[in-house]
């Protein structure tokens, strides 16, 4: 399969459950070892690097489930992962992440069991930023989040987005982000099966009844 | 990592210190040598289980041959007095370089596995320690080898005399724990206790957690083997039978007791099990029986260890 995340835009990868989502993102970040093919992050191939390695290089991962860290406060889930040698002009603060998010200005000294999902999502985008990355990938970053903390969250993304910061988005709740995305990839059993626009994808009604199931 | 704590731990924790300040001018007063004895043990075996807190408690890693540092420390005063070398500056050198030499190499390999082949391999090479020691009879092999005098320090910091061993001991102990205090709340000591519960997504977040672990791990040993050259000049005596793997189970003993995890917790559970030892043992000698029911029960019902309970005060 051929995926391009163009720099500044946000991208999605579609695809019903089991189809290879999760397995591509692994594979990008060098969880899964790749027999063959190319991966490359900003012309340099990252394929053997170990996982620390090409985090460091610039990609923020928002994993399926969250992951944050129960036996850590929130400021010290932010703050542990914190990358300070980016060597970007302007890098993420705690206090610019509160800013980003609220809500998790009042539970900064909360341990990351004692937050709601959506607390603990938007904590996971801004362990995410903290680390300065020119890339953020979202693994299914709002499954079994309510409606309006999902909305929250495009919102939010709009904002990195405008930022300059690339976004690849694996999400099913495809009608609500696609005013803000940008390109689509739609994978079946490992294989991408379609890619386009925003606006194809919207014409094309059969498409997402075929593999998306909706 | 403990919650953060609140005031009425912290002023048991506070009182309890300024107790173990004061206990020798008390234990003089009321002429009770032996109790001074025991606490100047109990302190320094709670300085042991305090390191080996460091790489359980906070960093998961469950080391069965964590007293091989302290035997290590303990020999690195009797080798250099055996050859009438008494410098403490030497010893404790000795004592740093050599710990933090074998951890480096152990650990290099012990890291690479994880629960109980980690356990497993620890244990190994502790025994491998125990059994070099015991086939050096020019040390005294499992006869052991006595330290005619203690380390050499400059008069107003000298080991000679019990208070002032105790003073040594007590000195120590309120470094290792602002030490540890300071560790765990930096970025470093983060990045451990985050990956003792996900080792795999702090990776993702770009850290050689294997790095990380590693520095942890040479540093517990080194506070090990630093308990281990106060233990060597306290009991004037060395022998491997103080690295047998048995003694690193009680070690996890009193770290579970006193509360996995928690500054203060491996201290109480170290004084905790060595004066039930010692209670038990003048009731009955079949005290061995009552100690292990007492034992099972507290890892059974007393979840969170003693400083579980006394965080409950918070509440």
């Keep these: 399969m051929g995926l391009e995340c163009k720099e500044g835009k946000l991208t999605t990868l579609l695809g019903r459950n089991g189809m290879g989502k999760t397995t591509t993102v692994k594979s990008i970040i060098g969880k899964v070892s790749v027999t063959h093919g190319e991966i490359s992050f900003r012309g340099e191939s990252i394929i053997g690097m170990p996982t620390y390695d090409i985090i460091r290089k610039g990609i923020g991962l928002v994993p399926e489930g969250r992951h944050i860290f129960p036996n850590l406060s929130v400021k010290e889930n932010l703050v542990a992962t914190a990358n300070k040698n980016s060597g970007l002009a302007t890098e993420w603060t705690v206090d610019q992440v509160v800013e980003f998010f609220p809500a998790l200005g009042d539970r900064l000294n909360h341990m990351g069991d004692q937050l709601s999902g959506g607390e603990q999502q938007m904590l996971a985008i801004g362990r995410a930023l903290m680390l300065n990355p020119q890339m953020l990938i979202l693994d299914e970053a709002t499954e079994g989040l309510a409606p309006l903390v999902r909305q929250e969250i495009w919102n939010r993304l709009v904002e990195i987005k405008q930022l300059g910061i690339t976004i690849l988005l694996i999400d099913k709740n495809i009608d609500e982000f696609i005013d803000i995305s940008d390109f689509h990839y739609i994978i079946e059993k490992g294989r991408q099966v379609w890619a386009g626009p925003s606006r194809e994808l919207v014409d094309d009604s059969g498409l997402k009844a075929r593999y998306l199931g909706i | ?315």
């Design chain 2, 1 to 315: 990592m403990a919650k953060p704590s609140g005031t009425r731990s912290v002023k048991v924790y506070l009182g309890m210190l300024f107790l173990l300040g004061i206990a020798p001018l008390l234990f003089q007063w009321t002429n009770q040598p032996f109790l001074l004895d025991l606490l100047s043990r109990g302190l320094i075996i709670g300085i042991a289980a305090l390191s080996l807190n460091l790489i359980l408690g906070y960093g998961g890693m469950i080391s069965l041959g964590h007293v091989a540092y302290l035997g290590i420390g303990a020999y690195c005063v009797g080798i250099p007095a055996y050859y009438d070398i008494y410098d403490g500056w030497i010893h404790l050198s000795l004592a740093v370089v050599t710990c933090a030499l074998f951890a480096l190499i152990t650990g290099a390999v012990s890291l690479r596995t994880k629960g109980v082949y980690f356990i497993m391999i620890t244990m190994a090479f502790s025994q491998m320690i125990y059994f070099i020691f015991l086939s050096l009879e020019e040390y005294g092999a499992d006869d052991g080898l006595v330290i005619y005098a203690r380390s050499e320090f400059p008069v107003w910091i000298n080991m000679e005399g019990a208070i002032s061993m105790y003073y040594w001991i007590f000195g120590l102990l309120i470094l290792t724990l602002f030490f540890i205090h300071r560790l765990v709340r930096s970025r470093f000591g983060r990045v451990i206790i985050g990956s003792k519960y996900n080792d795999l997504r702090m990776q993702s977040l770009g850290f050689n957690t294997y790095g990380y672990r590693l520095t942890c791990y040479v540093i517990s040993a080194v506070i090990c083997g630093l308990a281990g050259v106060l233990l060597g000049n306290f009991t004037s005596f060395i022998s491997p039978e103080m690295m047998s793997w048995t003694r690193s189970g009680e070690l996890i003993f009193m770290v579970i007791i006193g509360g996995t995890g928690s500054l203060f917790g491996p201290l109480f559970g170290a004084l905790s099990f060595l004066f039930l030892e010692e209670a038990l043992s003048l009731i009955t000698i079949y005290w061995h029986l009552i100690f292990g029911g007492l034992l099972i029960a507290l890892v059974l019902f007393g979840k969170g260890g003693i400083d579980a309970w006394l965080s409950k005060l918070d509440k």
